[in-house]
């Protein structure tokens, strides 16, 4: 039975959706030029159902503000797309316009001076801040089966373990309009989001290695990383 092809749109040589160039004039793109494996060619009731969600008044209107924002995000005239915001005003200025007065910040422990960097600049231009990090309820690793071994200060030592489902249901019960993440775990990140009840955006990932930057690898995956493309070390 042959293996049904999934969508890899990170292989993708056209780009046809983008339809760069194109005038308004000259109508959608052609579909002639889709690789096999295009989402658009394989998946097209995805499209139809996607549309009637964009259909719903409140989807439409978070997507119309999405796009203002990204639009608002490069200098005029945009031929040479230089941008002119980052992230955090990007944050600012979007929940502006969503009518969010109260943000939720779930924070890793190792990122405390950060998260009050952002408290200070978000309660500064008017919204109200809750905080929780990680660590929050201070429960053992050993609750969740962590072998003395696998604690990272060693194996006599106390490490708590981080708590994402907490940190969701906090920012769930305080009544925050948005939530930001910064610098969860992989994995707790995912849990993280799996709880919260609240739309949730991130600012900043954990990268431990690269200053949370974990961009930097793919960047020399070609050079000094380039180990990762070979599964060679």
Known sequence: MPKTQDPKCARCPTRVCENHGAKMTDGPPSMKKLPGFCPMKLMPDVFTDAAAEYDKPEVREFARLASVQEFQCFEKPSSQHRARLSRIEE????????????????????????????????????????????????????????????????????????NPIAQAMIINRTKVDLAIMLGLCIGHDTMFIKYCDVPVTVLAVKDRLLAHNPLGALYLSESYYRYMRTGNE
Not at 122 to 147: D, M, P, R, T
């Open 91 to 162: 944050l600012m200025q979007f929940a502006l316009k969503c009518g969010y007065k109260k943000l939720g910040i779930a924070h890793c422990g190792g990122l405390i001076r950060e998260a009050g960097l952002l408290t200070n600049v978000l309660e500064k231009n008017g919204f109200e801040v809750v905080s929780v990090q990680c660590k929050a309820g201070a429960v053992a690793k050993e609750e969740i089966g962590i072998a003395a071994t696998e604690k990272i200060s060693g194996p006599e030592n106390w490490e708590s373990m981080c």
